[in-house]
């Protein structure tokens, strides 16, 4: 399993762009990588996976360099529901168990 | 069906007694997944079904642990003699593609 490295924790404000990157130096070719969110007391939901290049879905955008020896998870315009452990995870296409990390503590004030 | 169900939510138990949780995964998703996570750590894989088949189990999972998916549908994972080592959330997911990992609320357990 390719272990990724992030930021502890990130503070923002309301309404600003939040970039958080994820450092995967030993990233494999059949490696994707695949960001989940998580609210005290639930489970990590999906919300982004790519490959190469960019990715946009409708909650965020997923930057990865041609290296992929990093990518950065992009939320547009946070507000404070966004509050929130961040991880990003890095295994094969049809991997079956993932290395999460302690993930990003993103803390969006008002 | 609104997604992956776990019970109960909740557990207090005594140092030594057997516990048992329950995950109802989403009913058309073939995979399930067990997780551990402790507080302040990311979750930790524990074991994978493919149907009824469990094929994947962690070290973390001791000898005092075991999960079953009998009809490959619902899933079932149990400790024995308890310990306090042992209090964590335990996840389930679920999913039927790469991309569709669909996690449970958890079950919170906690060893008195």
């Known amino acids: 399993l390719a272990k990724t490295t992030q930021p502890i924790s990130m503070d923002s404000y309301e309404g600003q762009e939040v970039n958080i990157t994820c450092s995967h130096n030993?990233?494999?070719?059949?490696?994707?990588i695949t960001w989940y969110q998580q609210f005290p007391s639930q489970g990590p939901r999906f919300i982004i996976q790519?490959?190469?290049t960019k990715v946009t879905n409708e909650v965020a955008s997923l930057f990865i360099p041609a290296d992929r020896k990093s990518s950065t998870l992009s939320l547009p315009r946070v507000s404070l529901s966004d509050t929130a452990v961040y991880y990003c995870?890095?295994?094969?296409?049809?991997?079956?168990?993932?290395?999460f990390g302690s993930g990003t503590k993103l803390n969006v004030k008002p | 069906d609104t997604g992956v169900s776990q019970d109960p939510r909740h557990k207090i138990t005594k140092r030594g007694q057997n516990v048992t949780f329950r995950c109802d995964p989403i009913?058309?998703?073939?995979?399930l997944y067990w997780y551990r996570q402790t507080l302040g750590q990311g979750p930790e894989f524990l074991t994978y079904?493919?149907?009824?088949?469990?094929?994947?189990k962690s070290r973390l999972l001791s000898d005092r642990f075991s999960a079953e998916r009998p009809k490959g549908s619902f899933s079932t994972l149990e400790i024995q003699r308890t310990e306090q080592g042992d209090s964590a959330m335990y996840l389930c997911?679920?999913?039927?593609?790469?991309?569709?990992?669909?996690f449970g609320s958890g079950t919170r357990l906690t060893v008195v």
């Open positions: 997911a679920s999913s039927s593609d790469p991309n569709g990992y669909t």
């Open positions: 995870l890095v295994g094969e296409y049809n991997f079956n168990k993932f290395y």
């Open positions: 790519g490959y190469k």
């Open positions: 009913s058309e998703h073939n995979r």
């Open positions: 030993n990233i494999a070719t059949n490696d994707y």
């Open positions: 079904f493919q149907n009824e088949a469990q094929l994947e």
